[in-house]
């Protein structure tokens, strides 16, 4: 029972997204990214607990019993964020400053050699349509991502990346292979 | 069409019936004699007691060169029984249904496998992140790690596509605790490159003062599609091996400073010999033709490649 109620919570809490929308331009920069911490760990924390029920997969020499246990991780997330939808995580104040880490990155010569990087045999451009919980295609490559720029975002618990699918920043749950959340044209 | 139960098979006659069948299965590939692959010159010093290795890049198309350069390399295993080989990624293209973990890995390495060669992996741009629980790939279930196959030997095995402060710190820590007298690292993207994506100039300025730092010896990329050997920089060797299954030919660019030697006219794979304080590689091409070969002296004495 308490896992259930406890999951319950965790939905809602992720679900709280769109209060802080008129927000945008007043929420301290501190206070944003606390607030990140916060729905990120909330993410992680219900990923885990749907992963407790299914056993979290160690190695194993069947690729068939990782697509399964990815599948399987990525249903009942899917299932349990039926609802989820793009700035959820990436709340209007949150986002705003997010584009304020990357601009540096994003200016001048510095700028060119970022956007770079970013498309050097990643997502062709235009990328491809994709979802917030939505599976990322296994077909298309997963592009690098600077390492000073990593640098400059904000941690992220096990397992969860940020990416970029042509200009837009995305959220990648790596064990589930989800789109959690994304920021549209983040370095355009 | 049901693909044929591989792993019953007799290893050569495997190779042999599965790449027929694949032509089925995948729809690509044209069966290809494994058995009559002839191995190649090898001409590595092969002393007793010796850490033996092969470097493979950019393999997992499940194409036609995939499995000759496996053949090949297979047939030089032969003569030179390497104990590992280390995948410096995009060890999956495309697609990676359970099936493509078979056509683009172990079939073709089928009778390395066989014979009890370890695969070391590290992930590529066109690698999903769940590779790493891929047994066969030796990743212990990590993006980036570490092995340590003879007491003066230690590899790091890195994911370059995501090169996070968690990973950076990881890295440090493992090369300064580390007493091996060689310390080599493997990735995917090159630091130094005369190819169509160049050199990683950030992730040089990011790697290449912890490598300095700590003594890394030498490094193993792949990316590019070819083979590129590059002048020592800072006392660190780089290679650049991403031709086991695509090539991009006449790509090199030969006037980059650090150009030293290339081989972009056909697949290849590596061989790699360490003997105490020396290293000694031997680039042999899908056609069995060595296209480089020379010795590296660990950075105690004066390094020297010929
Ligand atoms: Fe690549």
């Not at chain 1, 941690?155 to 549209?184: C, G, M, S, T």
């Not at chain 2, 029984?81 to 683009?104: A, H, I, M, Q, W």
Request: glycine share 8%.
């Amino acid at each position: 029972m308490t896992s259930k109620y406890s999951l319950v919570a965790l939905v809602m809490l992720l679900a709280l997204p769109g209060c802080a929308t008129r927000e945008a331009r007043t929420v301290p920069d501190g206070v944003a990214l606390a607030d990140f911490d916060r729905r990120i760990k909330a993410y992680a924390a219900l990923r885990d607990e749907l992963e407790g029920g299914a056993g979290r997969l160690t190695e194993t020499a069947e690729p068939d019993e990782i697509a399964a246990a990815e599948r399987a991780l990525a249903a009942r997330i899917q299932e349990a964020r039926a609802t989820a939808r793009r700035a959820d995580i990436f709340t209007p104040p949150i986002e705003r400053r997010f584009r304020s880490l990357l601009n540096p990155h994003l200016r001048g010569v510095r700028g060119q050699n970022t956007r770079g990087i970013i498309r050097d045999e990643g997502p062709n451009a235009g990328g491809f349509p994709f979802t917030v919980n939505g599976s990322y295609p296994k077909q298309q490559p997963l592009g690098s991502v600077p390492p000073d720029l990593l640098a400059s975002l904000p941690p992220l618990p096990e397992d969860l990346e940020y990416r970029f699918i042509d200009k837009h920043l995305i959220l990648r749950d790596a064990r589930a292979n989800l789109i959690v959340d994304f920021i549209p044209n983040a370095i355009s | 069409m049901r693909c044929l139960p591989l792993r019953r098979l007799h290893a050569p006659l495997a190779v042999l019936v599965a790449v027929a069948a694949l032509g089925s299965c995948a729809g690509r590939v044209d069966p290809i004699e494994v058995a009559t692959v002839p191995a190649p010159e090898v001409t590595l010093p092969m002393r007793p007691g010796s850490a033996r290795f092969a470097v493979l890049g950019d393999t997992g198309t499940g194409g036609s060169a995939q499995y000759r350069v496996a053949a090949r390399l297979a047939a030089a295993h032969s003569r030179f029984p390497f104990e590992f080989v280390l995948l410096v990624g995009d060890n999956l293209y495309g697609s990676e249904r359970p099936r493509d973990y078979e056509t683009k890995f172990a079939v073709p390495y089928k009778p390395l496998l066989d014979a009890g060669v370890k695969f070391y992996a590290s992930l590529g741009n066109h690698d999903d992140t769940n590779q790493i629980l891929y047994k066969p790939f030796n990743m212990d279930g990590k993006r980036f790690y570490t092995f340590r196959p003879r007491a003066n030997l230690r590899f790091f095995a890195l994911d370059s596509n995501y090169m996070s402060p968690e990973q950076l710190e990881w890295l440090e820590k493992g090369l300064s605790g580390s007493t091996s007298d060689w310390k080599i690292a493997f990735f995917h993207h090159p630091l130094y490159s005369g190819g169509r994506h160049g050199s990683d100039i950030r992730l040089r300025q990011t790697l290449e003062p912890l490598f300095v730092k700590h003594a890394v010896d030498v490094v193993f990329c792949g990316h590019e599609h070819y083979y590129e050997r590059i002048a020592p920089q800072k006392g660190i060797y780089y290679f650049t091996t991403g031709g086991a299954a695509k090539l991009r030919q006449g790509d090199i660019d030969r006037s980059a400073d650090f150009h030293v030697a290339g081989f972009d006219d056909g697949y290849h794979f590596m061989l790699v010999e360490i003997d105490r304080d020396e290293l000694h590689f031997q680039v042999i091409s899908d056609e069995g033709r060595t296209v480089d070969a020379g010795m590296i002296r660990r950075r105690a004495t004066p390094a020297a490649a010929s």
